[in-house]
């Protein structure tokens, strides 16, 4: 069985553009969830999809937003880059909404 | 708002021996779960080992198990018989039980081994 796929896995943009990242779940899984992690911070839970609806979300700016196709997959947009969404973000999908497996992320940096 | 502690941001460890990770958390739930995330140079997280906070019995996979403390609320890792491939960012996170809750981590401990 394919894991969980991120595309693309580095990305460079540079500050007030825009960016999307792509997520694509473990067959059959219907639950994605999205995690910055940066130094600094550590790791931060964005939002979680189920079923094409955000079913919850973290303590992110506006900037930061996502869907979910109705093939499960999911992308995250990223509006106005600045410097600090530098990081790498982190993909999972679940099958009970528990048990998270995890992607191997993507490289965002921002100049 | 629940939080996770990881107190050791490095630990090292001889090849073929055994280490203990610690981890502390807060929460004023009663249902949740707690896991250990690895995550090597490759940046996947990988899932290590999980407790339910209902269950009492330690969980134990292979080489990796746990001391859960729950009135204390203490989950510490110990892996035995160390190898290299062990070598990674350890994390332990917090999920709330219930449909919905996301995945709180602590900062991650940094394992060595030394061959």
């Known amino acids: 069985k394919a894991g969980v796929t991120q595309t693309p896995r580095y990305l460079i943009k540079t500050r007030g553009q825009q960016v999307t990242l792509s997520c694509s779940p473990i067959?059959?899984?219907?639950?994605v969830s999205w995690y910055q992690q940066t130094p600094g911070q550590g790791l931060q839970f964005l939002f979680e999809?189920?079923?094409?609806?955000?079913?919850n979300k973290g303590n992110f700016p506006g900037r930061f937003s996502g869907r979910q196709f109705s093939n499960s997959r999911s992308e995250m947009n990223v509006s106005t880059l600045e410097l600090g969404d530098s990081a790498l973000y982190l993909c999972?999908?679940?099958?009970?909404?528990?048990?998270?497996?995890f992607g191997n992320g993507t490289r965002l940096t921002v100049t | 708002a629940q939080t996770v502690t990881q107190s050791q941001p490095e630990m090292s460890v001889q090849e073929a021996e055994t280490v203990t990770l610690s981890c502390t958390y807060d929460?004023?739930?009663?249902?949740?779960?707690l896991f250990w995330y690895k995550q090597p140079p490759s940046r996947q997280m990988i899932l290590v080992i999980r407790?339910?906070?209902?269950?009492?019995q330690n969980a134990t996979e292979n080489r990796f198990s746990v001391n859960f403390q729950k009135a204390a609320k203490s989950f510490s890792l110990k892996i035995s018989d160390s190898q290299l491939g062990d070598a990674a960012m350890y994390f332990c996170?917090?999920?709330?039980?219930?449909?919905?809750?996301?995945?709180?981590f602590g900062k991650g401990t940094k394992l060595s081994v030394k061959p």
């Open positions: 996170a917090y999920r709330r039980g219930g449909s919905q809750g996301n995945l709180i």
């Open positions: 407790q339910e906070a209902y269950k009492q």
């Open positions: 067959s059959g899984h219907r639950s």
């Open positions: 999972a999908s679940s099958l009970d909404l528990i048990h998270l497996q």
């Open positions: 999809y189920f079923s094409e609806t955000q079913r």
């Open positions: 929460t004023s739930e009663s249902d949740y779960y």
